[in-house]
């Protein structure tokens, strides 16, 4: 018994170590020293307390990773909005053209995504 929690730790432990490398490579992708120096305290602030919340460490620093590849990217374009994601991307791409066609093909996907959410509801429920 006392092997198996011994052997547990220490693949949590490697687990940490591998987060912690993900987080500072994660954080060496950010374009400014100030916002590698906050990221970096910060993400590694929250791996370590990743356990206590019953969360992976290692899935966690992944995600540290995909936002310091968006926080990348917009930051070289100097934009600060949220680029679009999943319907609401192809929506946007599906329609060229004005900025009240974008706005329109917009709100026509959130209200199928609506719609769908709840036909899906009451067939479930």
């Given amino acids: 018994m006392a092997a198996v929690v011994a052997t547990g730790g220490a693949v949590s ?3 940490l170590r591998v987060a912690l490398a993900v987080v500072r490579c994660a954080a060496s992708l950010l374009p400014d020293a100030r916002q590698r120096a ?4 910060q993400w590694q602030a929250d791996v370590h307390d990743a356990a206590d919340l ?5 899935r966690l ?7 310091a590849a968006r926080i990348a990217v917009t930051s070289s374009k100097g934009s600060t909005t949220m680029l679009p994601i999943g319907p609401l991307a192809l929506a946007l791409r599906v329609v060229h053209g004005s ?4 706005r329109a093909a917009t709100l026509a996907a ?4 609506g719609l769908l ?9």
């Fill in 110 to 113: 959130l209200l199928a995504l």
């Fill in 99 to 102: 900025r009240d066609r974008q």
């Fill in 117 to 125: 959410g709840g036909i899906a509801l009451l067939i479930t429920g």
């Fill in 54 to 58: 019953d969360l992976s460490a290692l």
């Fill in 38 to 41: 906050r990221y970096l305290e």
């Fill in 13 to 15: 432990q490697i687990h």
């Fill in 61 to 67: 620093a992944l995600g540290a990773a995909g936002a």
